[in-house]
């Protein structure tokens, strides 16, 4: 009896939290997507987590200093060339535009300006020809092997854009662990050769473009079977002077948004030592893991907050603002008390002094997490990628400056570099969020207020789950 009584309070929650979603335009659907995009989050987050401790322990801090610097070195261009694959999601759900014509002109831009930098990589072969017969590994190598990868990573870019414009995201999910996925039997391959610790390192190199030929790969059937779309970049005459254009002026935030976010890495890089970021990049990676709980909420509702009205949408913007800062409030929790036992018991002593830049970048991480919720509005919503240009140079200006003052004055070291980092995340915040009250009209206080029906749901969740637990 009490399993059934259990049951009907769990439909009738189930009902009513329906009925209340829906008058906000907000189906039941939504929530289990949030859910299963958490789920496919953290299943991201924990596959380069297994990625960083295989390399770790199997290479040590200097082997782990120049693989990070090989993603370091991609995520600076990568992200800046594919700005215009965000046009993907915006025209298709704002602009009401044809899939198959966005794609293929995003496509041509795309490929026309990585084409260049794939063929200055290879131009630059000969000049590590030597080092790569003796698989010596270098600072200057770890550029060349991301001129390499460019653009077969570019493309599963494209091809992820063009699902979450069709709101597949489920498929979305997928293909963004996809490369995480195929990446581990592949390092396993590399560091467990019986070779030098050096030449295992350049072997891992290897694997990481192996794994991004085969994600482009599986992505392009992915295109063509889900997506509908020709494979072939063709521009469309009257799209691409739009196209263009709004690709362009993301690219500028795009290239500031990276160098924001690695200029501290590279720092750690060029004025310590690579063992040194190799270090640091254990507690980047780790902190890092945090961004996938609100990137879970957001990729939920990005394509209803640029399809919606713009009030509509500044509301939706609000609730997953709210709900978004609740879930980070437990995951820091979580995080400050759980994950440096992790560090230590999975990176050993040699890493154990990437505790407190971890501590120092947790906040920074989290408000950024916050941040990306409202850029997002400006950018899909409004259409406005030069908000985030502003933002983004006040951040990095203040990012640098604190990085000199904390390194050369203060000789803090890495920690010197966590701090300015968070420094400038929490700029971003505090006028990111500013500005999204004054567009909108949006009282500031409310952003940080659950309203009742919120409150409610939380209610009716914790009960759902401690009646659960009752009846067992």
Known sequence: MGRRRMGRTVIKWYLHTQLDLEKEGISMSQYMRVLWAMFYKFLGAGLVFVTAVMTANYVGPAGRGFLSSMTANLAMYSPVVGSFSEYIPYGINKRKQQPSEVFTTVLYYCFVFVLILFAAALLATPFFWHDLINLVPSKAMTWWIAGM????????????????????????????TLQSLLAIPLFFLALTLPDEQNEKVVWAMFAWLASYVVTASISAVVAVKKGKVSLV??????????????????????????????????????????????????????????????????????????ALEEKDSSLLTARTFRHTVVILLFSL?????????????????????????????????????LAQVLTNFFTNQLGQPKVLIRLEMISIFTNIILSFLFFGVFHMGAEG????????????????????????????????VLQEDEIQQYKNLFGKVTGKLRGK
Not at 149 to 166: D, E, N
């Open 333 to 369: 929790i979580f995080f400050y008390l759980v994950m440096p036992s992790v560090i230590i018991l999975a990176f050993k002593e040699d890493f154990a002094t990437a505790l407190t830049p971890f501590y120092i970048l947790l906040p920074g991480v989290a408000m950024l997490g």
């Open 233 to 306: 970049p063709k521009p469309v005459q009257d799209l691409r002077t739009e196209i263009f254009k709004y690709g362009n002026q993301l690219a500028g935030s795009r290239l500031l948004t990276q160098l924001n976010y690695r200029v501290d890495y590279f720092f750690v890089l060029y004025m310590i030592s690579v063992e040194a970021a190799g270090i640091y990049s254990v507690a980047v990676t780790v902190a890092d893991m945090l961004l996938f709980v609100s990137m879970s909420l957001l990729q939920v509702v990005v394509t209803r907050v640029s």
């Open 417 to 448: 570099m966590a701090l300015a980092k968070t420094s400038g995340f929490a700029i971003i915040f505090l006028i990111a969020i500013i500005y999204f009250c004054r567009a909108t009209g949006y009282p500031f206080w409310k952003m940080f």
């Open 149 to 176: 990868i460019g653009p077969f990573a570019l493309f599963h870019v494209c091809v992820t854009r063009l699902i979450l414009g069709l709101n597949e995201l489920e498929w979305l999910n997928r293909l963004n």
